[in-house]
């Protein structure tokens, strides 16, 4: 299924993000978003805020 994962990145300003992944439920969804974002922009995970999961 997919999902649309939407936060942002403590500490950053404007640092809001929307990323869609398909994933089995939503905790697959959160995981993969933050490994994704934080590989991304070389960040650790724990400086990701996840906001909202939503079903697309």
Do not use: P
Not at 28 to 50: F, P, V, Y
């Amino acid at each position: 299924m997919k999902y649309v994962v939407k936060g942002s990145i403590k500490g950053a300003k404007n640092s809001g993000f929307e990323i869609e992944v398909d994933a089995k439920s939503e905790k697959h969804a959160r995981d993969l978003a933050t490994t994704t974002i934080g590989s991304r922009q070389g960040i650790n995970k724990s400086k990701i805020e996840i906001g909202s999961v939503e079903k697309r």
